[in-house]
């Protein structure tokens, strides 16, 4: 029989969240499954169940249950139910509150001779013309304006 490597014994209040996440049914799919299989490996459980019984009663690999565990063991246990939130995006924001500021500036002056009002694409060229920013569409304009509740009529 192979050694345990990750014993896992849940103290009453994580037993608590886990049996909550658990019946309420309002957490992600993976919290869920993940909570399932932390109260499954519960040794002071009456429930208590073997990697292989695990894996047949939730449909999941035994690596998956392997993972849950050791992440419990080293990370705890907020880490293991939860995602880790990004630290930075995964593009940069291209409008920057300079540029947002020159847009709304230009949205609330005088539009340039021939035209009686601005236009977003009049907005977006403008911008770039002056070099506030390299290039902008015309939708992302629109997005800066809604945010800012500035409104073109």
């Known amino acids: 029989m192979p050694s345990i490597k990750y014993k896992i014994e849940l103290s009453n209040e994580d037993r608590a969240e886990l049996i909550d996440i658990v019946t309420k049914g309002r957490s992600p799919a993976r919290t869920i499954l993940r909570a399932n299989i932390l109260l499954a490996s519960d040794r002071q459980s009456e429930n208590y169940m073997t990697v292989s019984e695990i894996a047949r009663t939730y449909h999941t690999s035994h690596t998956t ?89």
Request: glycine share 6%; hydrophobic share 35%.
């Open 65 to 153: 249950i392997q993972t849950v565990k050791s992440s419990y063991c080293t990370k705890g246990f907020e880490a293991t139910l939860n995602r880790k939130k990004r630290e930075t995006p995964p593009v940069p924001a291209k409008v920057t509150g300079e540029v947002e500021a020159h847009i709304i500036a230009l949205a609330c002056g005088e539009p340039p001779k021939g035209y009686s009002k601005w236009t977003l694409r009049l907005l977006a060229e403008k911008t770039v013309e002056l070099g506030y920013i390299e290039s902008v569409s015309h939708s992302t304009v629109s997005s800066v304006l809604k945010k800012m509740n500035v409104s073109l009529i």
